[in-house]
């Protein structure tokens, strides 16, 4: 692939990667957003509201974090925020398992066997439905999705970025619309029946009530995103967003296999097969020890749930000791350290931001100016008293405006659902019915929102292949993918409702108290 010089940018994607580039570092966005959020606890501390916590009962009030208590316990809480950051410990964990695959060449030699069975004309759609499956592996497929699609464009000859994009968009969806349960249908579940028994206890709703919206999804999240990529994202990006030069090709470029790769990838491949039959066989039984008590796999409770980014380092690391062993590209057990110590070197950035991240998330939760924003956004929904269909229009709305700011669906809903649902059922309108909607724009707008925990790192992704690339060079890179997952996922869930097709079991859209 050749590079090209820079053009002439116009258009309304160019001026938001403009605006965007523009701004400053995204670590030093959240530093920004950290002492924000400390003036805006200090002033409004003296300001009373008449909000009150859903489930508490109690008064909704900013705490200063200026107070000398306050900045003693943020101190204090500054190690732990960072080692509790969320995607930290999966991020690293994860990316070791992942080195010793790639320096051994095991990932290199799987993506030329891949990309032999892929048709070209297909690329974009495999990497937008792996993506939709790989939601399963949780916020870990950031982490191994992003340069694994990159690298299958760039060997096929056309642009990384735009394999990021699609996977990004892909994964996105996923958590909406899927083929399969995931963790986060029963973590929704559990926040949606509490705030529903307010309105009437002893309300029960499934863990699988969106579960058919979930399926009847994907036919339009795969399209969608298909076409934004091919017609309208790679385009752009081939025109304004150049290959930078000096990009080390040799794990991208197309050969062919020796017969030593062969009989490594044989046995490597094997190996993962035995590992899956073998989890397979231990998740079979209900007694078995990786579910929950309650026999559930997708409990949170389950310790296969809890364990799937340890997993994940097995699932790349065993078959990568293995190839690199039988190809000699591994010599010594030096050599499987330094492959993980190279490709732990590529994350610096990510963790820089991960500190100054934990930081403003852990400020802006203990402030209550999180809970404050949430309950002001439903309580203005809530004044509007609209039609049952606008009102479900407004709860897509109000939950991508929050998104900007509240990129953690679980956050949010903790949060809101104890108001939106009982609200919403004061109204006619069944809990499984708000929860669909809530997850609609969730998983839309995640994409596009520099606050997004993984932007950094999908940026880091980007910049090797286009060292240009900034925080506006992914937003617009991503913004048409937003519009594109809003308008099909909410022209799908108001079919599903015109045609009265179950959200999934047990589920209604209506609800008239007993």
């Not at 044989?266 to 097969?273: N, P």
Request: glycine share 6%; hydrophobic share 50%; with cysteine.
């Amino acid at each position: 692939m050749t590079t090209q010089t820079q053009p002439n940018k116009k258009g309304f994607l160019n001026r938001v990667e403009r605006i965007g580039n523009i701004m400053p570092d995204v670590t030093m966005l959240f530093v920004y957003a950290l002492i924000i959020c400390w003036i805006f606890s200090f002033f409004l501390s003296f300001v009373h509201f008449d909000y009150f916590h859903p489930v508490t009962k109690e008064k909704i009030a900013v705490i200063n974090m200026f107070q000398y208590e306050e900045i003693i316990l943020f101190v204090t809480s500054a190690v732990k925020n960072f080692i509790s950051f969320p995607p930290l410990g999966i991020t690293i964990v994860a990316t070791l398992g992942i080195g010793i695959a790639e320096s051994s060449g095991f990932i290199k030699t799987a993506l030329k066997k891949m990309l032999s069975f892929i048709s070209p004309k297909m690329l974009t759609t495999t990497v937008v439905f792996v993506g939709i499956v790989a939601h399963l592996a949780s916020d870990s497929a950031y982490v191994i999705l992003m340069p694994v699609s990159a690298m299958m464009f760039y060997a096929s000859g056309r642009h990384p970025l735009a394999g990021i994009a699609a996977s990004f968009a892909g994964l996105a969806g996923g958590f909406t619309a899927s083929y399969t349960p995931s963790i986060i249908d029963p973590i929704m579940q559990s926040f949606t029946q509490e705030a529903a028994q307010i309105m009437a206890p002893g309300y029960s709703v499934n863990v699988l009530c969106n579960y058919f919206f979930s399926v009847g999804g994907t036919f339009g999240v795969i399209l969608t995103c298909w076409y934004i990529t091919e017609k309208i994202v790679e385009p752009w990006l081939n025109k304004n967003c150049p290959i930078s030069s000096g990009i080390d090709t040799k794990d991208a470029e197309l050969g062919e296999i020796t017969p030593i790769e062969k009989r490594a990838f044989r046995f490597a491949g094997w190996a993962v097969v035995l590992m899956g039959i073998g989890l397979f066989a231990l998740l079979l039984p209900e007694t078995s020890p990786l579910r929950s008590p309650e026999g559930s796999l997708t409990s949170p409770k389950a310790p296969i749930m809890q364990i799937v980014v340890p997993l994940l380092f097995i699932f790349f690391s065993v078959p990568g000791l293995i190839y690199g062993y039988m190809t000699k590209s591994f010599a010594s057990t030096k050599d499987i350290v330094k492959a993980m110590e190279n490709i732990t070197k590529s994350l610096i950035p990510f963790i820089v931001f991960a500190f100054f991240a934990a930081q403003f998330l852990y400020s802006f939760q203990h402030s209550n100016l999180g809970t404050l924003l949430a309950l002001s956004g439903a309580e203005l929904l809530r004044t509007l008293n609209m039609p049952s269909g606008m009102t479900v229009l407004g709860v897509i709305l109000l939950t991508a405006i929050l998104n900007i700011m509240i990129t953690s669906a679980t956050s949010k809903w903790a949060v809101i659902a104890p108001v939106l649902v009982p609200m919403l059922m004061a109204v006619g309108i069944s809990p499984e019915l708000t929860q669909a909607a809530f997850r609609v724009s969730d998983s839309a707008m995640n994409v596009s929102t520099p606050m997004f925990p993984f932007y950094p790192l999908i940026l880091m992704y980007c910049q090797k292949y286009y060292k240009g690339a900034g925080i506006g060079t992914l937003c617009s890179m991503m913004i048409p993918f937003t519009i594109g997952l809003l308008i099909v996922l909410t022209t799908t869930l108001f079919i599903f409702w015109e045609l009265d097709i179950p959200l999934g079991f047990d589920s209604g859209y209506t609800w008239q108290p007993a």
